[in-house]
């Protein structure tokens, strides 16, 4: 990296087996480099894909903002990031916070669920949030406050499901919306690419299913800042990085 670079946007991913999973998050991080061209964009894997975390950290000369792309707070973020960090012994890396749970994803959530279908919410429509789920004790109450956020977006209560770790399950969510009276539920997936989970999802019984966020201009958006916050904030890191301002 030359003088005056900006410093490396690492995104640590989940990964994924799945072919489209990963086609998507590549999609993604094209976003964030179309956004921001100046800035040199990468990734490592927290999960079964290439490179890992470690790899890509290793590969990445100078300063270096690890940017969680998760949703929310969790093993990953808790655990296994510092965990890399620590081992790889690099004095001038700092970390970001998940994405969520934060406006621009209730804005990428609302227009998965008008994509699929969903329009302006009325009584007899019901709306779950879906999230992957976390032994993580903040991971729960992250996923309340990103479905109240989507619930003022959309106008309308907002319930909370996990596909896995706490209940309700997806497919119990919907059935009690149905049985208080709604007619039609829509089901907003908490996930960011398509596989198991995703494909789980979308057997729950509800009547609209939004599809993964993927390749959405607000994740994008809210990657870059989720780097420019880290940057901003002396504590996020564990040295210092050099002073710059990113446009």
Known sequence: MSAGEPPVLLAAVHGTRDPAGMAQLHRLLGLVRRQRPQLTVTHGCLGPAAPTLAEALARASGPVVVVPVLLGPGYHLRVDIPGVLRRAGRPHVRTARALGPDPL??????????????????????????????????????????????????GTPVSTAFLGGPAPRPAEAVSRLRRAGRERVALAPCLLAPGDFARRAAGCGADITGAPLGAHPAVARLILRRYDEALACPESGRGPLPELIIR
Do not use: K, N, Y
């Open 105 to 154: 994803l209730a804005e990428a959530l609302a227009g998965r669920l008008h994509q699929a279908g969903l329009r302006s919410p009325d009584p007899a429509t019901g709306v779950v949030l879906a999230a992957a789920g976390s032994t993580d004790p903040a991971a729960a109450p992250a996923t309340r406050r990103l479905a109240r956020l989507l619930g003022a977006r959309l």
